[in-house]
């Protein structure tokens, strides 16, 4: 089997992960703490192991495609927070969901998006190109777009030890080990193996993660079961508006038509295992939060199956209509590309 074959899989796999550490917490209890305990460890390996697959190394030359990431750009940190504010309005009045929505949401991809966007026809490597300078925008932005939301009760959460020692410890420290990995196999031709045989690591690792956090959780998720509903409402919504917004940015960028696929892939796609560790860090009270990204993740990953059918074939066909085919060709001095 192959990485692709492997990565077309993964929502059954993580499904299955999900299903079975649900069956085990509730027939054994008692596995809860030393699943919690566990889970920190395997949240580490699978950053390092995902940080990896992103091309930190290429960050300068990444940021010389300029209508391209601007229009990423506008799109993540500008449309997309706002499309979120709206949705933000029909969540229930509950804090930890409401929490776990909005971080989850706010935060571009920087993984499986590549592997979406290759498989729905989209510019895969302006996509990898992307990928850094998404992951340190989202990083600096995060905090910003909390505070923006929640006001007090974020600066609260923020003053937290365990967040900013889950922030060091879970996300810094990996990037900065990926990085040191990715220098030293850029040196020689023959160490890109390493990284490459990395990039089988985040698949197994995420389903681990969510099986620990299924088994620990089985009371988060009791609890919350009536609401999640209505949260994954919210999810499906999210994905078919995030795709309008892609097809809308891309054709007013004037972007060819793989450009604008990867748009739509980049707007649908979040970064839940990143954000993950930081709700967690919050303790026993943000349980719920941790439900929800996990459910989001799921939500989200059958959404790709829809968009990997739509997107090339109805959103951004091969060859578009007449007029704009022609738009197409005057802004590229009458090139169509």
Not at 71 to 79: I, K, P, Q, W
Not at 185 to 200: F, I, K, S, Y
Not at 203 to 223: E, G, H, Y
Not at 283 to 293: M, R
Request: net charge neutral; with cysteine.
């Amino acid at each position: 089997m192959t990485l692709q074959q492997f990565e077309r899989h993964q929502v059954w796999i993580y499904l299955a992960a999900i299903l079975l550490g649900l069956a085990l917490g509730t027939l054994v209890p008692g596995v809860a703490g030393a699943f919690e305990m566990l889970l920190w460890p395997v949240l580490g390996l699978l950053l390092f192991a995902t940080f990896t697959q992103v091309p930190l190394v290429h960050l300068p030359q990444a940021a010389r495609d300029r209508r391209f990431i601007g229009a990423m750009l506008a799109g993540n940190f500008v449309l997309v927070p706002l499309l979120v504010w709206a949705l933000y309005l029909f969540l229930p009045d509950n804090p930890a969901i409401q929490l776990g929505v909005l971080v989850v949401l706010l935060v571009p991809c920087t993984d499986w998006f590549i592997t979406f966007t290759h498989l729905g026809r989209g510019d895969a490597l302006r996509a990898a190109a992307a990928t850094p300078i998404l992951l340190f925008v989202q990083i600096a932005l995060l905090p910003v777009f909390l505070w923006l939301f929640l006001g007090d009760t974020f600066l609260e959460l923020l003053a937290a030890d365990r967040v900013a020692a889950a922030f060091v410890t879970l996300i810094l420290l990996p990037l900065a080990a990926a990085f040191v990995i990715e220098r030293w196999a850029e040196t020689r031709p023959g160490r890109q193996h390493v990284v490459g045989r990395l990039g089988w690591l985040p698949i197994p690792l995420l389903a681990l993660v969510v099986f620990l956090i299924a088994a620990s959780q089985v009371d988060a998720v009791r609890d919350a079961l009536p609401l999640l509903a209505q949260v994954a409402g919210i999810y499906v919504a999210y994905l078919v508006a995030a795709a309008l917004f892609g097809c809308t940015v891309g054709c007013v960028a004037g972007l060819p038509a793989p450009e604008r696929r990867t748009l739509i892939f980049s707007f649908g796609t979040r970064n839940s295992f990143v954000v993950l560790p930081l709700v967690l860090a919050l303790g026993p009270e943000s349980s719920t939060a941790a439900v929800v990204i996990v459910l989001q993740s799921l939500v989200e990953l059958l959404g790709m199956i829809a968009y990997l059918w739509i997107v090339p074939r109805y959103l951004v066909p091969e060859h578009p209509p007449i007029g704009e085919e022609r738009v197409m060709m005057d802004k590229t001095g009458g090139r169509h590309r």
